[in-house]
Each structure stands twice: as structure tokens, then as C-alpha cells.
């Protein structure tokens, strides 16, 4: 798409820069039907193709300053930049893009030189631009290709990590169930050592109370033999 631009002579919207091409072009106006022609100041610069006025080729020679506000811009990335003839101008160039209103932009220099220098600079600041933007294009698929990729592994860490996660909650379920059975076994333990223990003492204590009977008839058997004896003395 071709842009006009308003002029602007403050030096203030002038930059110092280094163009790849300029020089006087007639411009065939891009009203319709029209055959007027017009004196051009014509630089390129990075991909594009910017016009001026006649009047600011001095200015630009002197100062070496590039304008930035021309009287139009025309984006040469993709375009068809070829050699042409017509009535009335023998050294033509058409320079034609699908998105151009008009479909072309017709130049015309003054000597054969000219339009081969033109259209070598032209085509080839095309063909940059374009192989540029396809290079744009194709590190952009890159990095497409590098996100779904990194997505895939994202999504692939998260699903392990969630495995990982529900096989932890698990082991750790299993944990606290081992724990509770082992406080319920020290329970029982605890439970098994107070019975025993109270098995001892009950046990102790018929020891005891079965030590002191058989004593105690020892001492009513000897009690029982000294009163036979006392009785066979009578």
C-alpha cells in the first residue's frame, strides 16, 4: 500500500542517514486515466521507496539529511520491479504489487543507464525486504514450533508432577495408617505388659498367701503333735 505524507520543512523532523539510492524520477500521477507526469525526488531507503519534491534533492545534497516526513512512501517488500517503454517515455519502470490500489507505479528516467541502475537497486531492495520477511516468518514458525513444543512439556511435567503428587498422598496415607497401627499395637503392648504385670503380682500374692498356709498348718501339725504327746504322758 502506497502512503502520501504531508511536507515538512522543519529540519527538526530531518535525520542524518545513509540511503542505498536517489536521484530525479518523473512519477505518472496515480489518478486515473491520468497521463500527467511529474518531477520527483526519489530516495531508497531500507525497503522503501520515498518521493519529495523536486526542490529536495538540493537540500538532501547539501545537508545530508533524509527528510522523514515525504510526500510519499511506497513499500517495496514483495513487489514486481521491471523495465518498460510507452508512448512519450521510452525508460520506464513499473513497479507492481497485489496491494497497490492501481495495481503498478509508473517511473520514467532519461537514459537506458538510468533504468537499469533503478531497477537493479529496486529489485534488489525488494528482494531483501522479502527475503527478510520470510525469514521473519520463518523464525516466527520457529518460535511457534519452540512454544508447542514447550507447552508439550509443560503439560507433560504437570501430568507427571500430579502422579508423582497422588503416589506421595498415598505413600504418606500409608504412612499414617502405619502409624496409627503402630500406636494401636503400643497400645496393645502397653495393655499386654499392665495384664502381665498384674498376673505377676496376683501370682505373688497366692505364692505368699499359699507359703503363709502351708506354714501355718506346719505350725497347727506341730501344735497338734506336741498336744499327743503331752496326752500319752498322762
Known amino acids: 500500500m502506497m502512503m502520501k505524507m504531508g511536507e515538512h520543512g522543519d529540519c527538526s523532523f530531518c535525520i542524518l542517514t545513509r540511503v542505498q539510492h536517489s536521484g530525479l524520477i518523473l512519477k505518472k500521477s496515480f489518478a486515473p486515466n491520468s497521463t500527467k507526469w511529474s518531477?520527483?525526488?526519489?530516495?531508497?531507503?531500507?525497503g522503501f521507496l520515498l518521493y519529495y519534491p523536486e526542490s529536495e534533492k538540493k537540500t538532501f545534497m547539501k545537508r545530508g539529511y533524509l527528510?522523514?516526513?515525504p510526500k510519499g512512501v511506497i513499500p517495496l517488500g514483495g513487489c514486481v520491479i521491471e523495465p518498460a517503454a510507452d508512448l512519450g517515455q521510452e525508460f520506464m519502470i513499473w513497479i507492481k504489487s497485489d496491494g497497490f490500489i492501481n495495481g503498478s507505479v509508473s517511473l520514467a528516467v532519461e537514459s537506458k543507464y538510468e533504468q537499469e541502475k533503478w531497477?537493479?537497486?529496486?529489485q534488489e531492495a525488494a528482494r531483501i525486504t522479502w527475503d527478510n520477511a520470510r525469514?521473519?516468518?520463518?523464525?516466527?514458525?520457529?518460535?511457534?514450533?519452540?512454544?508447542?513444543?514447550?507447552?508439550?512439556?509443560?503439560?507433560?511435567?504437570?501430568?507427571?508432577?500430579?502422579?508423582?503428587?497422588?503416589?506421595?498422598?498415598?505413600?504418606?496415607?500409608?504412612?499414617?495408617?502405619?502409624?496409627r497401627l503402630n500406636a494401636a499395637l503400643d497400645e496393645e503392648?502397653?495393655?499386654?505388659?499392665?495384664?502381665?504385670?498384674?498376673?505377676?503380682?496376683?501370682?505373688?500374692?497366692?505364692?505368699?498367701?499359699?507359703?503363709?498356709t502351708i506354714s501355718a498348718m506346719k505350725m497347727v501339725q506341730q501344735d497338734k503333735k506336741a498336744l499327743e504327746d503331752t496326752t500319752e504322758t498322762l
Request: charged share 40%; hydrophobic share 35%; net charge negative.
Open 189 to 212: 503392648k502397653k495393655r499386654l505388659e499392665n495384664m502381665i504385670k498384674e498376673f505377676q503380682r496376683e501370682h505373688l500374692e497366692m505364692k505368699n498367701e499359699y507359703e503363709e
Open 67 to 69: 527528510n522523514i516526513h
Open 119 to 122: 531497477v537493479q537497486v529496486l
Open 135 to 179: 525469514m521473519g516468518e520463518s523464525i516466527i514458525r520457529d518460535l511457534e514450533t519452540q512454544g508447542l513444543q514447550l507447552n508439550k512439556e509443560k503439560q507433560s511435567y504437570v501430568e507427571k508432577l500430579h502422579v508423582e503428587t497422588i503416589a506421595l498422598r498415598d505413600e504418606i496415607d500409608k504412612n499414617l495408617e502405619l502409624e
Open 39 to 46: 518531477k520527483r525526488f526519489f530516495i531508497v531507503k531500507e
